[in-house]
T-cell receptor
């Protein structure tokens, strides 16, 4: 298996532009997670899905952020409009979804820079 | 809300030595899971070891072992015979039983010196 796939690996955009990050989870995994990593705040869970349904979005910072999972093999995280403080590494992870003990497999991350 | 604290921002140790990374957490739950993840310079997050709170026996994975003290809410990671490839950020993480949400600590940057 190729593991969790994220695209793009790097994204540089100007303030105010829309940014879409993409994730393909490991086949057969039922849960998908979006994390943000910054020096100041560390690793934060933004949202997670189970069987394509959002379970917990309490970490989504504000309405500029939205996430979708239209099917079991694809998810997007969108930021509109983007701001310089959104600059971070965004990770997608997936797991079998068996309530807590499962290993979360992380993708390589997308480094987002908003200028 | 659960919190995870890693009080050592950085550590360094000579190759082949043993190093212990500390982690404490706060929760009112009795059933939960604890994890150590490694993030090397490549940025990829990799699970190192996990522990179920209801198990008294400390988890081990080859050179990696934990010292789980439930009453003290402490979960330290011991790396024996450290290798250059162990150089990475190490994150302690917590999840409640029945809930997949992971709460991470701030990480410890470990450098193995040749």
């Amino acid at each position: 298996d190729a593991g969790v796939i994220q695209s793009p690996r790097h994204e540089v955009t100007e303030m105010g532009q829309e940014v879409t990050l993409r994730c393909k989870p490991i086949s057969g995994h039922n849960s998908l997670f979006w994390y943000r990593q910054t020096m100041m705040r560390g690793l934060e869970l933004l949202i997670y899905f189970n069987n394509n349904v959002p379970i917990d979005d309490s970490g989504m910072p504000e309405d500029r952020f939205s996430a979708k999972m239209p099917n079991a093999s694809f998810s997007t995280l969108k930021i509109q409009p983007s701001e310089p403080r959104d600059s971070a590494v965004y990770f997608c992870a997936s797991s079998l979804g068996l309530a807590g003990l499962d290993e979360q497999y992380f993708g390589p991350g997308t480094r987002l820079t908003v200028t | 809300a659960q919190t995870v604290t890693q009080s050592q921002p950085e550590m360094s140790v000579q190759e082949a030595e043993t190093v212990t990374l500390s982690c404490t957490y706060d929760t009112s739950e009795s059933n939960y899971y604890l994890f150590w993840y490694k993030q090397p310079p490549s940025r990829q997050m990799i699970l190192v070891i996990r522990q179920e709170a209801y198990k008294q026996q400390n988890a081990t994975e080859n050179r990696f072992s934990v010292n789980f003290q439930k009453a003290a809410k402490s979960f330290s990671l011991k790396i024996s015979d450290s290798q250059l490839g162990d150089t990475a950020m190490y994150f302690c993480a917590f999840s409640n039983f029945g809930n997949e949400k992971l709460t991470f600590g701030t990480g410890t940057r470990l450098t193995i010196i040749p």
